[in-house]
């Protein structure tokens, strides 16, 4: 049985704004980073892959592609006398935690741009941001349908913010443009077979969404072959670590919408493995190692790791001494469970001979 995550509702605009703030472990963060060390990244040994991918987004081929279109507003009036109170609260959640994260990049992506001299980097940077940009506002349109708009100045103000060395900058943010891209076409191509299920307008635009997130993460890539020291060694060590942060994050907060999934004929455990084999394709452009997602140790140890999250939730509902100590508890179990399964085995793979990808899934 499914245990709904969060037992607040979002109700208004303070309760949306509110969960935006969070801070937990599962929530998306903002990110700063030492900026100076982004002024020395050199994509030399990239250099006419690098200025191939600047005029693709020179070209901006999305500049006019978020806006309604004029069927919008009647096919979410259609929709939403359909929904249930519990999917309407799953896709409110939906879209504040997918607008936190898009507006993360957007203002990372910015302060790099601010702090630098490096032409490279500033001028990605600059097209980076541009996306993000539209993506968070965009989503923050269907948020104010329901009077739930997040106050993006407020939350840019007053947000927690984690320190992530650049090396961190660069694989968390790789891996999350990729599995960001893997997730939209996933939905994408599903709505696509079935397009009864399609019970909101957004996931229209999810095609073209998904090139974006994918040129931000080949960007990333060619960063990483650039400076091919990132790809070996003890770092293998460190990109092992963040596949399995980004994988079991998103495995556990999908499990806490499971209504949202199966709205869209989706079950959320056969569409985060979906996710994950997509990924992990992908991936064969600049990590010479993946994830065994098939390991049976893996799968049990990420099913483990979201009992354990359900645990740690339920406790942390109850509040009080007892409550706090089984949050304590549960949050050992995690660590412990966590370290399991960044001990299975991973598998390796022979890294692709051209570092470029098309988005073809
Ligand atoms: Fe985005
Ligand atoms: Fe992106």
Redesign the pocket.
Known sequence: MNTPAHTHTIDSRDDANERARQSTMLSPRFYTTDFDAFDRISVEGMRSQWDAMMQEYEGDNNHDHFQRDEAFQDELSAAMAKWSPELRQELFDFFVSSLTS?FS?CILYNEIRKKIENPDIQQLMTF?AR??SR?AGFINQSLRDFGLNIDLGELKRNKHYTYFKPKYIIYATYL??KI?YARYITIYRQLERHPELRFHPIFRWFERWRN??FR??ESFALIMRANPDLLRGMNLWLIRFFLLAVYATMYVRDHQRPILHNAMGLEATAYDYEVFRITNTITEQVFPIALDIDHPEFRSGLEHLLQIARAHEAAKERGGLVGNLQRAWHAGRAFVAFTRLYFVPVKTQAVLAEPRLRPTW
Do not use: L
């Open positions: 898009e990049g980076m996306d993000e993506h999350s443009e960001g974006d997130e931000h993460g």
